[in-house]
């Protein structure tokens, strides 16, 4: 079986909407990785971000990547809005636990993106935006293939349109260490969870 190939898949949905710029919820994991997803994405649709991310922990590094997100957004071109969401770690203690044993990238980091994702898609179903995607597969250590096959699952089940990439492609991953060091971005050394801590 073919390789599916997201960014080319991404390349001709936006040739698809020829000049037009259509409103787009990016979930973002953080600052430094949405860096340089909002300067590929801004250029083709009105960008709104989401910083739902119930994952993180303690709620300090919480709120200091938060601190970074927003700060990031004062920096770049343009005027990208925020959609407002609460700290809800709750919602990721609802599964996590029964997956603590489970390895750094498997089914406890795979329900992890699928709260988020869901989450997302369910935002821009409610607030009429047209396509959603997630700053996810920016990372070197993120599966596209898994980003994006929640990410239809989840644009499907709220009937908005996901907007399938990896922007890791076209040193996608090396142009967020750019703009971090550009902008003096805060960059963590684990993903979020206190899983993730102890693999890092």
């Known amino acids: 079986m073919e390789k599916r190939n997201y960014q080319r898949e991404m390349e001709a949905e936006i040739a698809r909407l020829e000049g037009r710029k259509p409103t787009l919820l990016l979930h973002s994991c953080c600052g430094p990785c949405s860096s340089a997803v909002l300067e590929r994405l801004t250029e083709h649709f009105q960008v709104t971000l989401l910083y739902y991310n119930p994952n993180i922990e303690p709620e300090e590094e919480y709120l200091h990547r938060l601190s970074e997100q927003k700060r990031l957004l004062t920096l770049l071109p343009g005027e990208i809005p925020m959609l407002p969401c609460d700290y809800d770690h709750e919602a990721f203690d609802a599964f996590a636990p029964a997956l603590a044993d489970a390895p750094e990238g498997g089914e406890r980091c795979l329900a992890c993106f699928a709260m988020r994702l869901n989450y997302t898609a369910e935002q821009a179903k409610a607030h009429g935006f047209e396509y959603f995607t997630t700053t996810l597969s920016v990372s070197p250590h993120k599966n596209a293939d898994n980003v994006n096959r929640i990410g239809e699952e989840a644009g499907k089940r709220y009937g908005v349109k996901y ?20 902008y003096e971005l805060y960059r963590q050394d684990y993903c979020g969870c206190q899983y993730s801590i102890h693999n890092s």
């Open 163 to 182: 907007l399938f990439a990896d922007f890791k492609k076209k040193n996608g991953y090396l142009r967020s260490l750019e703009l971090s060091r550009e």
